[in-house]
């Protein structure tokens, strides 16, 4: 595809519900970001991935969200029993070089996840 | 701790008038600093990075190591520009994520 993928678009799910969140990065790049966007803020960081390895999860707000790329493409962000406080839109991006201080990150639409 | 503060939520200002988004940022190391943007209904994506010291649809910005500051300006503003902008950080060493600051609202007013 010409850019970064995410599906679902939009994801309701009720309290204590697992979701899983996917992204498919443009071909070829190498790192993958997650962030988490909560209304009116800037996107926070989540994990980074280097291919398939996971370089960084320093982000992830608990032990219920888990992060997984295992052939250093498509990568899912799955999110277990889900609280109210989870609601947000999260934003993958990728990035044909190694981090992301000198190359551009290429954003994807996001998934907006309403938990009820 | 890398630090990315943008005190303005919201900035409007009339079509031709003269537009500085501020961002100051907070880290002891040498920063890379980036705006990105976000228009309606699109996704986010890079307008600009200090180290390439361009003009980007007629926005620039510079790095103030003294000040710490990384404001965007634009002598004259054009409703297309209307968007939410983010500033971020990122650091010159190591496999280490962009901070972003909250954001700023540009409202151009025709």
């Known amino acids: 595809g010409a850019g970064v993928s995410q599906s679902p678009r939009y994801k309701v799910a009720k309290r204590g519900q697992d979701v899983a969140l996917r992204c498919d990065p443009i071909?070829?790049?190498?790192?993958l970001f997650w962030y988490q966007q909560a209304l009116g803020q800037g996107p926070e960081f989540l994990t980074y991935f280097q291919n398939e390895a996971q370089l960084d999860k320093s982000g992830l707000p608990s032990d219920r969200f888990f992060a997984e790329r295992p052939e250093g493409s498509v990568s899912t962000l799955k999110i277990q029993r889900t609280q109210q406080e989870d609601s947000a839109v999260y934003l993958c991006?990728?990035?044909?070089?190694?981090?992301?201080?000198?190359?551009?990150?290429?954003f994807g639409e996001g998934s907006r996840l309403t938990v009820l | 701790a890398q630090r990315v503060t943008q005190p303005e939520k919201l900035l409007s200002v009339f079509k031709g008038a003269p537009v500085e988004l501020k961002c100051n940022y907070s880290y002891s190391g040498s920063p890379e600093l980036f705006w990105y943007v976000q228009y309606s209904r699109q996704r986010l994506q890079l307008l600009l990075r200090h180290i390439s010291r361009e003009s980007i649809k007629g926005f620039t910005a510079d790095l103030n190591k003294g000040e710490t500051s990384f404001h965007l300006k634009k002598p004259f503003a054009q409703e297309e520009d209307s968007a939410m902008y983010y500033c971020?950080?990122?650091?010159?060493?190591?496999?280490?994520?962009?901070?972003f600051g909250k954001g700023t609202r540009l409202s151009v007013i025709a």
């Open positions: 971020a950080l990122g650091r010159n060493s190591g496999n280490t994520p962009l901070v």
């Open positions: 991006a990728s990035s044909l070089v190694v981090g992301s201080n000198t190359g551009e990150l290429f």
């Open positions: 071909s070829g790049h190498v790192s």
